[in-house]
């Protein structure tokens, strides 16, 4: 599967930002998808997953309350709305995708920059 992450840029603190990860191939509503960021000098984290069918969701603490993963299987593309935006929310933000029966996310999308002003 290919990914392609969009909807990245510069907001203010309190900002809201919609990501968006359209994904490729037949088979996209057996993934598990997830959002993961990687702010400078800083390891990459997970931000947010969710399951194939959309009704299992995990979020990191640092967002829980102000982001929501969806997901649109028809449309092949997995969404992170983001409120409440906070300069430390500023990172480059992935998409990836875990195949069913795999431990690891594999797929992974080119990231995208967010940028949080105080």
Request: hydrophobic content about 30%; glycine content about 12%.
């Amino acid at each position: 599967v290919q990914l392609q992450a969009s909807g990245g840029g510069l907001v203010q603190a309190g900002g809201s930002l919609t990501l968006s990860c359209a994904a490729s191939g037949r088979t996209f509503s057996r993934y598990f998808m997830g959002w993961f960021r990687q702010a400078p000098g800083k390891e990459r984290e997970s931000v947010a997953r969710i399951s194939w069918t959309g009704d299992s969701t995990y979020y990191a603490d640092s967002v829980k309350g102000r982001f929501t993963i969806s997901r649109d299987n028809a449309k092949n593309t997995v969404y992170l709305q983001m409120n409440s935006l906070k300069p430390e929310d500023t990172a480059v933000y992935y998409c990836a995708a875990k195949a069913p029966g795999e431990y690891e996310y594999k797929y992974w999308g080119q990231g995208t920059l967010v940028t949080v002003s105080s």
